[in-house]
């Protein structure tokens, strides 16, 4: 781990904030605290963080807001959600949104420590394993500007859909399961729906295939999960 890893978090619960600000402090991270959506944001104008932990409840903007944007800036911080307990349907729009892990209130501080820790070791050596642009058929996916391109059309890609196309082009021609994709990409081992999977995999031939009807790239192992045939 880098010294003083920038660690953005974004929590209103007064009590439970000073907690985990003090935890964080003490593991050596440097801190910023924001209480709501907007100074979450505003800290974001300011730095990119190396995680950041995000409650999805908040004041004057939620934290799917707040994802939302990061993601449409094509922000690269890494993104832990703090959801509440049995609430399916934020984990799974929270995944759809570009998040990379959750924990469920009301929950342990050394899982969450743990999760933090695995986030900003993952991350650290993503820059030098990426490969700049790739050429699948005739579109060319350019990681730079984040978009897939043919000719003189291009279309914008979300950084979840960078992160399934950087793994599965390591794998090319291997058929890459579900949980595989859940694993390595979405980086969580209980992650609520393989449903997820194939609601991104639907985009993502959308930009990628010449018929996203009858894919030649992007294709489907049934029982299993998909394969990349450049």
Known sequence: MKER??????????????????????????VTH??????????CDRKVFDVIVLDVMLPKASGFEVL?????AKRPDPVILLTAKGQEADKLQGFDLGADDYVTKPFSLAELLARVKLRVRREAPRATER????????????????VISCGPE???ITVKEA?????????????????DLLL???????????????QT????RKKLEPDPAQPVHLLTVHGLGYRLEP
């Not at 939302?68 to 449409?72: D, V």
């Not at 995999?201 to 993502?204: A, T």
């Open 34 to 43: 924001a209480t709501d959506g907007q100074l979450a944001m505003q800290a």
């Open 184 to 198: 390595n990409v979405w980086k969580h081992d209980n992650a609520p729906s393989t449903r997820t999977v194939d």
């Open 154 to 156: 291009s279309e914008e």
């Open 68 to 72: 939302k944007r990061l993601r449409a």
């Open 131 to 146: 490969v700049a642009t790739l050429r699948i058929g005739s579109r060319t996916v350019d990681f730079s500007k984040m």
């Open 5 to 30: 890893v920038e660690l953005l978090l974004v929590e209103d619960e007064p009590a439970l904030a000073t907690g985990l600000v003090y935890a964080f402090e003490r593991e050596g991270y440097s």
């Open 201 to 204: 995999m639907l985009r993502l």
């Open 163 to 179: 992160d399934i196309l950087r793994y599965m082009h390591r794998r090319s021609g291997e058929a890459v399961s579900r949980r």
